[in-house]
């Protein structure tokens, strides 16, 4: 019995000295995972800005040509290029060609870069003085008169549109010649003029010669003349030159009558 008792004692004795620090650090353990801080939530990621996709243009859309063309000859280049002068220079030398020129669109008007309007006119007056040459002044100043324009020299100012221009060159001798030199021009807004010399010729005779200058005003149908004063002078063949003159203004306006002193 005594034995017995001992063993009991002795087994006791160990499970409380063995027993109690297991259970100390296993209450340890728990005690440090109540007391830890709870992890704190990652952050959501942060959304990316990406910009909208680009509409593809109409060009990428379509489905790209398979035809090839063969390259064009030197010959063949150069009869396009004679073809497209023939064609500019024919619209030009009829007595409407340079309205119409006027209102097709060009490769110069689509860019942005502004247009130089005094050059703009000074290329139109090159034109028109061209015109006269190849039509006759009748037909060229009719086709670029404005409704409201009107022709003064020093017999006067003319009726007003083309009406103005029949009035001015309706007797003009069919073998006669008005020789336009534009020298320079100056435009803004859509209104200018433009100025420089004539010669009136019947072959190699000077009949008169002179100066002008017009003002001209952008219009529906191009750049049209406002109004132009021309004065000029008999040229020095005139005397021995065959043939009608063309009417010619006097130079200076008649002095009028001295009165008669009273008595």
């Known amino acids: 019995m005594r034995r017995m008792a001992g063993a009991i004692i002795g087994s006791l004795i160990l499970a409380c000295t063995f027993g109690l620090p297991a259970a100390q650090a296993q209450t340890s353990k728990k005690a440090t995972n109540q007391t830890k801080a709870p992890a704190k939530p990652k ?26 063309t063969a390259p064009l000859s030197p010959e063949e280049e150069a009869q396009n290029l004679a073809a497209a002068k023939a064609t500019a220079d024919a619209a030009l030398a009829s007595p409407e060609g340079l309205r119409a020129v006027q209102a097709l669109p060009t490769e110069a008007a689509e860019t942005a870069k502004p247009v130089d309007e005094s050059e703009e006119l000074l290329t139109i007056d090159r034109a028109f003085a061209a015109n006269l040459v190849a ?16 022709l003064h ?10 009406a103005g221009a029949q009035a001015r060159f309706g007797t003009f001798p069919a073998d006669v010649t008005l020789e336009r030199s534009p ?9 200018g003029s433009s100025w420089g010399r004539y010669v009136i010729r019947r072959g190699d005779n000077q009949l008169s010669l002179g100066r002008y200058v017009t003002v001209w005003r952008r219009e529906a149908g191009g750049w049209l003349i406002v ?37």
């Open 183 to 191: 020298e320079s021009a100056m435009a803004a807004g859509g209104s």
């Open 135 to 150: 039509n006759g002044p009748l037909k060229a100043y009719e086709a670029m008169m404005s409704a409201e324009g009107v």
């Open 153 to 162: 020299d020093a017999s006067g100012s003319s009726p007003a549109g083309a």
């Open 227 to 263: 109004t132009e004063l021309a004065a000029g002078r008999a040229g020095p063949q005139a005397a021995a030159a065959p043939g009608p003159l063309p009417r010619k203004p006097p130079s200076v306006a008649p002095r009028p009558p001295a009165s008669t002193p009273r008595n």
């Open 43 to 68: 952050p959501a990621p942060k959304a990316e800005w990406r910009a909208p996709p680009l509409a593809a243009p109409a060009a990428a859309a379509a489905s790209p040509s398979t035809e090839t």
